[in-house]
């Protein structure tokens, strides 16, 4: 959540939390020293005060500073309750230019009653402390147990495109296109000083979006992400939605990912394509089936939910299929309507693929979803 502290004073309190146990179960077939699985409750509390505030109209100084504490049950090394504790702090800096474009024209169906142009340069400072416990000392599950300590700055160019369309009897405005261009660049402290080290800083990757939503019923976003040192296309996506309203929806999509590295195992690109297709039967249920072809293989994912609507909840039922490696996944969740976004529920194997995504697990798992 996120709320203003004081009524008239822009200073805010940003809070997110989760409670979780996670379950790492190996493949011991066919190896002579097996692998113990892993299990871990963790508990996850993160705090964040900013102030917003604004000069001369149009630009935005935004400084924060925040703390992430995490609970484990376990490290990797075996000890017991741990504590962890992050401390970080930045400021986000923003200003807006525009101009208006007298342009009224209803041609290919587009509706368009004048176009508003919106370019917005930020620079944005980051510093996150060294966590009490290091990564390497935890087993990792995903991003939280992946933090690290981090210092440098996000730059990025972001322009959009607007226009007025009538709805609900009035002029109300809505996005045509928006473009993002974003680089971060990572620079590191000299030991026990805020001193900058010399020639280490480095530029990250450079990252693209482009989103365009010409109809209320269509809408098609392209990301890409560049390396500069190598001078390669890291990763690149491009999905296309369309919906007839909340009756149904079509979405397909296709991902491009460049390994890392060349191995004997891995000495190709990764090429997916995926399709989610959502079917609305009545008022009460619900369909949706998701699909991941990789192009070098075959059918990699299929998942199948069946939903039901029971007032206040939402109960979902999947089955999911995954060819390599075999496994067969199947969770049970309940969502509050009023807070889609904290599920409830027991979810076997991986987490649920996200659309256009590679979103390759590595291990089975049981986790309990809550927060």
């Known amino acids: 959540f996120n709320y203003e502290l004081f009524k008239g004073i822009p200073l805010y309190h940003t809070a ?13 077939t066919g190896t002579d020293e097996p692998q113990k699985d892993t299990n871990v409750a963790r508990i996850d509390a ?27 049950s376990r490290n990797s090394l075996g000890s017991i309750n741990q504590m962890r504790t992050v401390f970080s ?58 933090v690290n300590t981090r210092n440098g700055v996000t730059l990025s160019l972001e322009n959009k495109l607007q226009t007025k369309r ?45 989103e365009l939503s010409p ?3 269509l809408y098609t976003v392209a990301r890409m992400s560049i390396e500069p040192k190598r001078r390669l296309i890291k990763t690149e996506s491009i999905d296309l939605v369309a919906n007839g309203g909340d009756k149904w929806s079509v979405g397909i999509g296709h991902r491009f990912e460049k390994p890392l590295t060349y191995t004997v195992d891995n000495d190709r690109n990764i090429s997916l394509v995926t399709a989610d297709l959502m079917y609305k039967v009545n008022d009460k249920w619900r369909t949706r089936a998701y699909y991941r072809y990789n192009l070098e293989k075959s ?4 998942e199948y939910t069946l939903y039901r609507d029971l007032h206040c909840w939402v109960a979902e039922l ?37 659309f256009g995504s590679v979103g390759q697990p590595t291990s089975d798992r049981v986790q309990f979803i809550g927060g």
Not at 322 to 346: C, E, I, N, T
């Open 89 to 146: 702090a930045g400021v986000d800096n923003s200003i807006k230019f525009y101009k208006i474009y007298d342009v009224n024209t209803n041609f290919a169906g587009l509706n368009i009653n004048k176009l508003r142009h919106v370019i917005t340069p930020t620079v944005n400072y980051y510093f996150v402390n060294h966590p009490s416990i290091s990564p390497s000392n935890l087993t990792q599950y995903d991003e939280i147990d992946g």
């Open 299 to 302: 059918f990699e994912d299929q």
């Open 318 to 354: 999947t089955y999911s299929v995954r060819k390599s490696p075999a496994d067969v996944g199947l969770w049970f969740v309940l969502r509050l309507k009023a807070f889609p976004d904290y599920p409830v529920g027991l979810r076997r194997t991986y987490s649920r693929p996200q």
């Open 46 to 72: 993160y705090n964040r005060l900013s102030y917003a505030a604004k000069f001369f109209k149009s630009l935005y100084v935004t400084p924060y500073g925040g703390i992430e504490e995490t609970y484990y």
């Open 166 to 210: 009538m709805e609900g009897g009035k002029l109300k405005s809505v996005d045509l296109a928006y473009f993002i261009l974003s680089t971060d660049y990572t620079f590191r402290l000299k030991k026990h000083s805020l001193e900058f080290q010399d020639h280490t800083g480095k530029f990250t990757t450079v990252d693209m979006q482009l």
């Open 215 to 217: 109809y209320p019923w």
């Open 16 to 28: 997110h939390a989760s409670a979780v146990y996670l379950n790492h179960t190996y493949n011991n």
